[in-house]
């Protein structure tokens, strides 16, 4: 079956701007996860969405914000662009996001703000 | 709060060389713990995982053991390959399910012929 997508893999944006990230997750799995991975950071949870409703948030700023469709795929979108939100955008879908699930990660977008 | 201290890389090991790579982490309530392994250009995928204290999670040859009393969580392969080359996150979960993960810095292991 078919993995999870997210669009677009690559995106160069200048600061000031706004961006939309899309993911698409794993047919019939209803929960998606949002991370940033940075060299300096790591790998940080931003935040879930589960059945249309956010239902897990990290430690972001109100610029990070997120949405879920009723197929389930996800955006995240960021606005007010600044140089440290230069990223790899991980999305991890799993069947209920609950125990005993396993989440399964797409490649990634990589965002550079310049 | 919740954290996972990872041992910092890169590891470079020969083929069929012991692996070790420290894990320890702080946690409120019972969390599950997760190795994910990520390889060049790709995303991350789960390698193993445990759910409660004692359990051991094992997969490809890797194993780690979920240590409740020195809060550890070490990966361990007794014989590694050049195609275990890859990037090794160490990750918790407070809730026990896959949806709010803390990882991690990374490990780079580069196993050499």
């Known amino acids: 079956k078919a993995g999870v997508t997210q669009t677009p893999r690559y995106l160069i944006k200048t600061r000031g701007q706004q961006v939309t990230l899309s993911c698409s997750p794993i047919s019939g799995h209803r929960s998606v996860s949002w991370y940033q991975q940075t060299p300096g950071q790591g790998l940080q949870f931003l935040f879930e969405y589960f059945s249309e409703t956010q239902r897990n948030k990290g430690n972001f700023p109100g610029r990070f914000s997120g949405r879920q469709f009723s197929n389930s795929r996800s955006e995240m979108n960021v606005s007010t662009l600044e140089l440290g939100d230069s990223a790899l955008y991980l999305c991890?879908?799993?069947?209920?996001?609950?125990?005993?699930?396993?989440?399964?990660f797409g490649q990634g977008t990589r965002l550079t703000v310049v | 709060g919740n954290s996972v201290t990872q041992m910092e890389g890169p590891v470079t090991l020969s083929e069929e060389a012991f692996l070790t790579i420290n894990c320890t982490y702080t946690?409120?309530?019972?969390?599950?713990l997760f190795w994910y392994v990520q390889y060049p250009g790709e995303g991350l995928q789960l390698l193993l995982k445990?759910?409660?204290?004692?359990d051991k999670g094992s997969n490809k040859g890797f194993e780690a053991t979920y240590r409740k009393e020195t809060t550890s969580f070490h990966l361990e392969k007794g014989s590694v390959q050049v195609s275990d080359s890859a990037v090794y996150f160490c990750a918790l979960s407070p809730s026990g399910g896959a949806n709010n993960l803390f990882f991690g810095t990374g490990t780079r292991l580069t196993v050499i012929p």
């Open positions: 445990a759910t409660k204290a004692d």
């Open positions: 946690a409120t309530g019972y969390p599950s």
């Open positions: 991890a879908s799993s069947l209920t996001g609950t125990a005993n699930t396993e989440a399964f």
